[in-house]
């Protein structure tokens, strides 16, 4: 999992609809950079070392994945497709701007880029908006936070807060509206992966399967036969205590629940691996611990084809996975697919990805999202 690093950038735009524009560049640095924390104020502005219709102004904050180098590349990208237009002049109209004026507590200075923002301590239209969001964050050079340069700003321009403010993109996706969710799929498909960026970037209490520590489990990829009873039966003590502890303990500070796996997932594979009488006897003992489990409010089912799973269980090195075949994969797919066919009162999402790297590729991980949602709310209609 890539590390995320924090980005405070100001935006402004004086040609066209300005408004409009700061709100398609915030969309854009969504899809593009990463996840939008926090948006100020939009403040109107006079124009700034040059006479020019007023400006619009606002400061995010921004969690991603990338460099400060690839984030400049981006914020170059979105600004030419949002129609700005550059010439040799330092100061001219523009339908956007977007600056860097801090990344994490980082100092970079390359003919390229310069952080923190060489003059954001010099303009009260900066400044201002990103006091709204980040007043006690630190500059890194002057080693004063925002609020105290601020105060100490010799601009005296005059700013005007406006009444509208601009919509965070984060909040199209609905899973607020969810207590738990469960994200399941096949060894290798990226369910933990999924799972971990949900909780992340949407405040929710994250449940991880514990698994690396069973006995049983690299014993099992040996000598199946043998050892798949006692491996089905530590995983349903284990997933049956851990869940029940889990949802019971209610965090005041989260806003739902996301899971990698759901308690079901103990019959799926115990179908597979287990002798007919062993899986009769495994299944009674299930439903005996597993009535009073709720149920995920949406279930989503990651599919990936076989070649892409032994592709990841090889990327990801665990040992005593390398040796697991192809028929093994196909028939827990097989297996999922068939249960969550069957099943009636709870809501199931399938998903291909196949071709997605939703890791990798921060629109592969909205596509996703996408899906998650328009599903959901086709459900609640």
């Keep these: 999992m890539m590390e995320l690093k924090t980005a405070y950038l100001s935006l402004g735009s004086n040609k066209g609809d300005k408004f409009k524009n700061l709100q398609d560049a915030v969309d854009e640095v969504y899809t593009y950079i990463g996840n939008v924390k926090l948006i100020s104020k939009v403040y109107q502005s006079p124009s700034f070392g040059f006479e020019s219709d007023d400006f619009l102004n606002t400061c995010l904050i921004v969690e991603t994945g990338l460099t400060a180098s690839q984030?400049?590349?981006?914020?170059?990208?979105?600004?030419?497709?949002?129609?700005?237009?550059?010439?040799?002049?330092?100061?001219?109209?523009?339908?956007i701007d977007i600056d860097i004026l801090f990344f994490e507590d980082a100092i970079i200075s390359t003919k390229a880029l310069q952080v923190p923002h060489p003059e954001m301590t010099k303009r009260r239209f900066v400044l201002q908006p990103l006091n709204d969001i980040a007043s006690g964050f630190e500059h890194?050079?002057?080693?004063?936070?925002?609020?105290?340069?601020?105060?100490?700003?010799?601009?005296?321009?005059i700013l005007e807060p406006i009444r509208i403010w601009l919509k965070n993109p984060r909040k199209k996706h609905c899973f607020t509206d969810f207590n738990y969710l469960a994200i399941e799929g096949n060894i290798g498909a990226g369910k933990t992966s999924l799972a971990t960026?949900?909780?992340?970037?949407?405040?929710?209490?994250?449940?991880?399967?514990?698994?690396?520590d069973n006995p049983f489990l690299p014993k099992f990829y040996e000598d199946?036969?043998?050892?798949?009873?006692?491996?089905?039966?530590s995983f349903l003590a284990d997933r049956y205590q851990q869940i029940?502890?889990?949802l019971s303990q209610l965090d005041l500070f989260k806003d739902?629940?996301?899971?990698?796996?759901?308690?079901?997932?103990?019959?799926?594979?115990?179908?597979?691996?287990?002798?007919?009488?062993?899986?009769?006897?495994?299944?009674?003992?299930?439903?005996?611990?597993?009535?009073?489990?709720p149920k995920p409010d949406l279930y989503i089912y990651l599919y990936q084809n076989t070649e892409r799973l032994r592709e990841n269980i090889r990327k990801r090195g665990r040992d005593y996975e390398q040796n697991i075949d192809s028929e093994y994969l196909e028939k827990i797919n097989t297996g999922y697919i068939d249960f969550l066919k069957s099943q009636t009162d709870i809501n199931v999402k399938i998903i291909d990805i196949s071709d997605l790297d939703f890791v990798k590729n921060r629109r592969d991980f909205l596509q996703i999202l996408d899906e998650m949602c328009s599903f959901a709310v086709k459900k609640s209609l």
Excluded: H, W
């Design 244 to 246: 029940s502890d889990d």
């Design 197 to 212: 960026m949900i909780a992340r970037d949407f405040n929710a209490k994250l449940i991880l399967e514990r698994f690396a």
């Design 140 to 157: 890194p050079k002057y080693k004063k936070p925002v609020n105290e340069l601020l105060q100490e700003c010799d601009d005296d321009s």
């Design 256 to 293: 739902f629940i996301v899971s990698d796996y759901d308690v079901f997932k103990s019959l799926i594979f115990s179908k597979i691996t287990l002798q007919e009488d062993e899986f009769t006897l495994y299944r009674k003992l299930f439903y005996l611990m597993y009535k009073d489990i």
């Design 224 to 233: 199946q036969n043998r050892y798949a009873f006692p491996l089905e039966m």
């Design 71 to 95: 984030t400049m590349k981006q914020l170059l990208k979105i600004e030419e497709r949002l129609g700005r237009q550059r010439t040799s002049g330092s100061y001219e109209a523009r339908t």
